[in-house]
């Protein structure tokens, strides 16, 4: 839900996922639009990021941060808002011109690349992937090529669903269908990784996981907390040693 695939047709991508994303790009900003759910998700993620890469949470000043599968900047202008330097990244087009605008709006400086993540030649000290490893085409493929884009003893964050009946019940069924909190086929629950399965490929790739956390809302006050509870939504810190 973060952003489109980071990828191009072929490799990593699902060239139809880029469609469906690219699709929103008009109503990605609105907090009451199809991307509400995230709205409200990213003061926490964003703030569980910037507190595990060992600063207050307010000052990632001078650090570089890629955002892979960007979408319109969500979460790459929050975490520029702290002062990193951010690189955002996707193969949506459409969704990459309202990041665009609503940064210039803001006065936020970041650059934005349309590409994906195994053609970068530069590392940085962090990489997020939000809501975007549920959407690629090789999971491994798409670890790897976080893990390559991160500098030693950087971090590399992925926040994802979990894939359980619970989570087929509220975040395919009840998220898409009854609640129409989302589009109905934004997400494929065939795709949805266990923590298991992302710990394990991200070690894979060369990173040793150092945190997971649960992501559950707070229904009376609209928000998100952390929590122990990963059925359904989660977020997976690793470092690269």
Not at 88 to 113: N, P, Q, S, V
Request: proline share 5%; glycine share 10%; aromatic share 6%.
């Amino acid at each position: 839900m973060q952003g489109s695939v980071a990828g191009m047709e072929g490799g990593t991508v699902l060239a139809g996922e880029v469609a469906k994303f690219d699709s929103l790009a008009a109503d990605w900003w609105n907090p009451r639009g199809p991307m509400a759910p995230l709205h409200a998700m990213n003061p926490l993620r964003t703030r569980w990021i910037a507190e595990r890469l060992g600063r207050p949470p307010q000052d990632l000043g001078g650090l570089t941060l890629l955002d892979v599968g960007c979408g319109a900047g969500l979460a790459a202008e929050a975490l520029a808002r702290r002062g990193a330097r951010v690189t955002g990244l996707d193969m949506a087009a459409e969704a990459l011109e309202a990041a665009r605008f609503h940064a210039a709006a803001e006065g936020l400086r970041i650059t934005y690349r349309h590409g994906r993540p195994e053609d970068l030649a530069e590392t940085f000290d962090a990489v997020t992937a939000l809501e975007v490893v549920e959407h690629v085409a090789d999971r491994d493929a798409f670890l790897a090529s976080l893990a390559r884009s991160v500098r030693l003893g950087g971090m590399v964050f992925v926040s994802t669903l979990n894939r359980t009946a619970r989570s087929f019940i509220m975040a395919k069924l009840g998220a898409e269908y009854l609640l129409r909190m989302l589009p109905v086929g934004t997400h494929d629950w065939r795709m949805f990784v266990t923590p298991a399965e992302l710990g394990a490929g991200l070690r894979r790739a060369g990173l040793r996981v150092t945190d997971v956390a649960g992501m559950v809302p707070e229904p009376l006050t609209g928000g998100w907390r952390e929590s122990r509870d990963t059925a359904v939504n989660y977020i997976m810190a690793a470092r690269k040693d």
